[in-house]
């Protein structure tokens, strides 16, 4: 009978530290479980947060396009005003330099040849009718 007796007291011994061990496993089991749905949910919101950047990035991306065309149409209007300007500036710079020939070489001529016959008539003057007209003044 005692080792009938001792026998289930190692059996109760042996359930209770199974079921010990059981307890424990399943205590851990749950925190693990309750790690888990954390985890998830932490990774449920990080996807909607993820979601929410790649529309807005989306949005982004179409009005950089929209502004990119903006910006290219604007640059092509003033490739077309810069070429305008550039013609009157070429067509200002010609006239500049027909005026400056015109200035150096046409009316220049005209006046060196007034000088000159003042000069001529200076000496012309002075030398042959000189005393005659120095009298009459």
């Given at each position: 009978?005692?080792?009938?007796?001792?026998?289930?007291?190692?059996?109760?011994?042996?359930?209770?530290?199974?079921?010990?061990?059981?307890?424990?496993?399943?205590?851990?089991?749950?925190?693990?479980?309750?790690?888990?749905?954390?985890?998830?949910?932490?990774?449920?919101?990080?996807?909607?947060?993820?979601?929410?950047?790649?529309?807005?990035?989306?949005?982004?991306?179409?009005?950089?396009?929209?502004?990119?065309?903006?910006?290219?149409?604007?640059?092509?209007?003033?490739?077309?005003?810069?070429?305008?300007?550039?013609?009157?500036?070429?067509?200002?710079?010609?006239?500049?330099?027909?005026?400056?020939?015109?200035?150096?070489?046409?009316?220049?001529?005209s006046v060196a040849r007034i000088l000159g016959l003042v000069n001529v008539f200076k000496h012309q003057f002075y030398n042959?009718?000189?005393?005659?007209?120095?009298?009459?003044?």
């Amino acid at each position: 009978k005692d080792e009938r007796i001792a026998l289930q007291r190692n059996l109760i011994a042996l359930a209770i530290a199974a079921s010990l061990l059981l307890l424990g496993f399943s205590i851990y089991e749950f925190i693990q479980y309750r790690k888990k749905q954390e985890l998830n949910q932490r990774l449920i919101k990080l996807n909607e947060n993820i979601l929410r950047q790649k529309e807005e990035l989306e949005i982004q991306a179409q009005q950089l396009s929209v502004m990119s065309r903006e910006i290219e149409e604007k640059n092509k209007l003033l490739e077309v005003d810069n070429r305008k300007k550039e013609r009157s500036i070429r067509d200002k710079e010609k006239r500049i330099l027909d005026f400056a020939f015109f200035n150096a070489h046409e009316l220049r001529a005209s006046v060196a040849r007034i000088l000159g016959l003042v000069n001529v008539f200076k000496h012309q003057f002075y030398n042959r009718h000189g005393k005659a007209y120095r009298q009459k003044l």
